[in-house]
């Protein structure tokens, strides 16, 4: 059974950095491409950043990029999410997840991830 663990939140300025780790156990980490997931009160789920199995190719939703950075290192099964300046807007709930499916390429919807983590909260005062 795969196992996602996150941590690096917490309560942050606008224009503040905060990391945020994401440890998998359970299956092979660099078969499978991952995503940091977030979700807002009242908002829907929503895909930040999702990366390849090898970390060659990545993705970011146009809020964040240029302040989001997802990387992984494989040899330590873990992902992360480098955050820069934040904003009040990146309060939310914020979850690891590992694709379904062994793949070379990233996945942007939530359908296409089979393991979940706990979630970890950031939030970003103005």
């Known amino acids: 059974q795969v196992q996602l663990v996150e941590s690096g939140g917490g309560l942050v300025q606008a224009g503040g950095s905060l990391r945020l780790s994401c440890v998998a156990s359970?299956?092979?980490?660099?078969?499978?491409?991952m995503a940091w997931f977030r979700q807002a009160p009242g908002k829907e789920r929503e895909v930040v950043a999702a990366?390849?199995?090898?970390?060659?190719?990545?993705y970011y939703a146009d809020s964040v990029k240029g302040r989001f950075t997802i990387s992984r290192d494989n040899a330590k099964n873990t992902v992360y999410l480098q955050m820069s300046s934040l904003k009040p807007e990146d309060t939310a709930v914020y979850y690891c997840a590992s694709a379904s499916y062994s793949s070379t390429r990233y996945y942007t919807k939530s359908g296409s991830y089979d393991a979940w983590g706990q979630g970890t909260q950031v939030t970003v005062s103005s």
């Open positions: 359970g299956r092979t980490f660099s078969d499978y491409g």
């Open positions: 990366i390849g199995r090898s970390g060659g190719s990545t």
